[in-house]
């Protein structure tokens, strides 16, 4: 199970773009994820007419290694670290370490 997933909200806490929110739009392998709207590079791109590409500068998101972000806390307001917690029921459940509650994702 990993601590970071996909859909989930996380505040970057290192680099060029330290302080900003956004939502993971993909998990990578080895330890790196796409985030909305952090670690945007823009790529010069040639036209491509047999796929219908037209040219120009175009703004992407790069990957971003895992350990530069962290989950958001909702009820903190900051960005905090997960641990894992087992139910009753026996189910694994990720949690926030400050207060303890359920990261909803």
């Known amino acids: 199970m990993e601590k970071i ?15 900003r929110r956004g939502t993971v739009l ?8 796409l985030v ?7 790529k010069h791109t040639r036209p491509n007419p047999m796929k219908g ?18 989950v958001f806390n909702p ?6 670290r997960v641990g894992f917690k087992i139910l009753e029921d ?4 990720r949690v926030f370490k400050s207060n303890g509650e359920l990261v909803k994702a």
């Open 36 to 42: 909305q709207g952090v670690n945007r590079v823009k």
């Open 5 to 19: 997933r996909k859909g989930d909200d996380v505040v970057v806490t290192t680099g060029r773009d330290k302080g």
């Open 26 to 33: 993909t998990c990578l392998d080895e330890g790196y994820l």
């Open 90 to 93: 026996g189910t694994k459940v």
């Open 75 to 80: 009820a903190t307001q900051k960005a905090d």
């Open 53 to 70: 590409q037209a040219g120009g500068i175009i703004e992407k998101e790069m990957p971003i290694h895992l350990s530069n972000v962290a």
